[in-house]
């Protein structure tokens, strides 16, 4: 062998050796993924993330892991997953409180900056609920009564800042009325739960954990604050049928990695998440429960984002909305 091949032969060995550890790092998944659910154990996001997760576990062939950080208004998982290494193994489950939070909180983390969307999945509306007996079935009627009762009904939230309640100021100065805001925790299903003591005349609840109730007859919907009907409940009018078009607040649900994740890792995962949500059974699934797939790229997640968040800065400003 000449000095000449054997300088070629070392040199394609050496080029090769170099190659490998590169090649296996651009195996991705080789170890399991992990969704940070922001909210707790059983929440209506939960259980669809984990509905997501088996769809995407069989697409990646990997185990897709579901874990619930909650606290702080969602800021916890949020900013765990904001300072996670960028390789796409941490995941977040994102909702529009990425939108408020800037606004009321003074996060540790940008959600615009520090994080990237992957794919959006689904949009779930805000129905307005009462019981049964309550004088009011619909958003004008409650409008009319509020003006002849001043100062005396009152709503329930799942928290001051939320969305519910941005879309409860909204829709009282749209009325011209005046409704007391009382806030609890624990979602929309204990703000349903006043209503149903009796504690509140009137509640807000997302329409995925409302439609149960609303089914049963616990409760009824007086409106809904979404852009159009919601099946399960055709007959109830949306704000703007009502006349209240500008208190909608669109509940979109999203999944997100850190900034920096490389192209190549996020093309995988959107895809996994794509394929996912078209599944006919989580389709139905949602459907079934009020809401809907949240279909496009993920640049539209992150449009979204960026324009509720524009709105809802003017909504905090005006109504000096403060988080004690």
């Known amino acids: 062998m000449t000095d000449l091949t054997s300088r070629r032969a070392v040199l394609t060995a050496a080029l090769a050796l170099a190659s490998a550890p590169l090649a296996a790092q651009e195996a991705f998944p080789s170890r399991p993924v992990r969704i940070i659910v922001p909210y707790g154990a059983g929440s209506s996001v939960d259980l669809v993330t984990r509905l997501l997760a088996q769809r995407m576990a069989a697409k990646l062939g990997q185990a897709v892991v579901v874990e619930n950080k909650p606290g702080a208004g969602t ?60 004088p009011a079935n619909n958003l004008g009627e ?55 003591a009796g504690d509140v005349d ?40 009502a006349g209240f078009g500008d208190a909608t607040l669109l509940g979109w649900v999203g999944l997100f990695a850190p900034a920096r994740t490389p192209a190549a890792v996020l093309r995988v995962l959107t895809a996994a998440a794509q394929e996912g949500m078209t599944d006919p059974a989580l389709v139905a699934r949602l459907r079934s429960q009020g809401s809907k797939p949240f279909a496009g790229a993920p640049q539209v997640l992150m449009d979204t984002m960026r324009a509720e968040s524009d709105r809802i800065k003017t909504i905090v400003a005006k109504k000096g909305i403060k988080v004690e």
Not at 168 to 183: M, N, R, T, W
Not at 211 to 229: H, T
Request: aromatic residues 10%; proline residues 7%.
């Open 75 to 134: 800021m916890v998982g949020t900013s765990l997953v904001a300072k996670s290494p960028a390789d796409g193994y941490t995941l977040l489950l994102g909702s529009n409180a990425m939108s408020i939070m800037p606004h009321l909180y003074k996060p540790d983390f940008d959600p615009v900056t520090d994080l990237v969307p992957v794919a959006p999945v689904f949009n779930t509306g805000i129905v307005l609920v009462a019981k049964p007996s309550f």
């Open 202 to 241: 009137v509640g807000f609840d997302t329409t995925f954990t409302a439609l149960p109730r609303i089914r049963s007859g616990q409760v009824k919907a007086l409106g809904v604050f979404y852009p159009e009907r919601i099946e399960g409940m055709d007959n109830v009018q949306t704000a703007d049928e």
């Open 142 to 196: 409650l409008a009319k009564l509020a003006k002849a009762r001043p100062g005396k009904l009152s709503y329930s939230t799942w928290g001051v800042g939320t969305s519910a309640h941005l879309v409860g100021e909204l829709y009282k100065d749209k009325a011209g009325i005046f409704l007391l805001h009382v806030p609890y925790k624990g979602g929309g299903f204990e703000s349903t739960s006043a209503v149903i």
